[in-house]
C-alpha cells in the first residue's frame, strides 16, 4: 500500500521565481493538507483541499495556492518566492470523514531552498 | 485562538530511561490529539491518537492520555530505546468544522546507549 508521496525531493529558487510541488495521497484517502515547516519549528497548516476545492485555509498570502485533480493528487503552487519561503513543504492525506477526526498522514515532504 | 505548548528540548536520556514530554494546549471545543514523530530527514510519522477525554492513546511503547480537566496529553515511555530519537510533536485538530492540525514546535530526543 503505497503511502503519501511527494515531488521534488529538493528544489532550489531564486527570489522571484515560481515553484510548483506536487503530492500524490495515500490509497483510499481523498482529502489533501499542505504544511510549511521552517527549521526548527512545528509545521503550519496552509490550506487543504477536498473534492477539487480548498475547503480551508490557514495564514498565509494569496501567494500560495493550490489544486487537487480528479485522482486525488495535489498541487501547491507559490509565487515571487522571498528567502523566508525556504523551509519543508509537506503533503497530508486523509479520508473525508465529515465531523468526526480524520487523521492525516504525512509525506516525506520537499525541501525548498530560496537563494 | 488554538494553540499547543510542549516541553523545550532538547531532551537526552540514557538507554531504558522514562519518558516524559509534557504537552498542554488551548482549544474551543473538544479537540482531538495527536503525537507525531520525525526522524531525521523524513516527513512525520502519526504516534497516537486521542478523539475524546480520558481517550488513551497507546503505539510502540508510548502512550498519552487525553486530560480534559488539565488541558493535558502528556507523551510516556517506560524504557527508551536509542531508535526512539527523533523530533515528537504533539498536535491538535479543533472539533467540527476544523480541519488543520495545530502543531507545537516539537521536542527533541536523544537517547544515548
Known amino acids: 500500500d503505497a503511502g503519501v508521496t511527494q515531488s521534488p525531493t529538493h528544489l532550489i529558487k531564486t527570489r522571484g521565481q515560481q515553484v510548483t510541488l506536487r503530492c500524490s495521497p495515500k490509497?483510499?484517502?481523498?482529502?489533501v493538507s499542505w504544511y510549511q515547516q521552517a527549521l526548527g519549528q512545528g509545521p503550519q497548516f496552509i490550506f487543504q483541499?477536498?473534492?477539487?476545492?480548498?475547503?480551508q485555509r490557514g495564514n498565509f498570502p494569496d501567494r500560495f495556492s493550490g489544486h487537487q485533480f480528479p485522482n486525488y493528487s495535489s498541487e501547491l503552487n507559490v509565487n515571487a518566492l522571498l528567502l523566508g519561503d525556504s523551509a519543508l513543504y509537506l503533503c497530508?492525506?486523509?479520508?473525508?470523514?465529515?465531523?468526526?477526526?480524520?487523521?492525516?498522514?504525512f509525506g516525506p515532504g520537499t525541501r525548498l531552498t530560496v537563494l | 485562538g488554538n494553540s499547543v505548548t510542549q516541553m523545550e528540548g532538547p531532551v537526552t536520556l540514557s538507554e531504558e530511561a522514562f519518558l516524559t514530554i509534557n504537552c498542554t494546549y488551548t482549544?474551543?471545543?473538544?479537540?482531538?490529539l495527536f503525537w507525531y514523530v520525525q526522524y531525521p530527514g523524513e516527513g512525520l510519522q502519526l504516534l497516537l491518537k486521542?478523539?475524546?477525554?480520558?481517550d488513551k492513546g497507546s503505539n510502540k511503547g508510548f502512550e498519552a492520555t487525553y486530560r480534559k480537566e488539565t488541558t493535558s496529553f502528556h507523551l510516556e515511555k517506560g524504557s527508551v530505546q536509542v531508535s526512539d530519537s527523533a523530533v515528537y510533536f504533539c498536535?491538535?485538530?479543533?472539533?467540527?468544522?476544523?480541519?488543520?492540525?495545530?502543531f507545537g514546535k516539537g521536542t527533541k530526543l536523544s537517547v544515548i546507549p
Open positions: 483541499y477536498y473534492e477539487e476545492e480548498e475547503r
Open positions: 497530508a492525506s486523509s479520508l473525508y470523514a465529515g465531523d468526526r477526526t480524520d487523521t492525516q498522514y
Open positions: 482549544a474551543t471545543g473538544y479537540p482531538s
Open positions: 486521542a478523539t475524546k477525554a480520558d
Open positions: 498536535a491538535l485538530r479543533p472539533g467540527a468544522g476544523s480541519y488543520q492540525l495545530t
Open positions: 490509497s483510499g484517502h481523498d482529502t
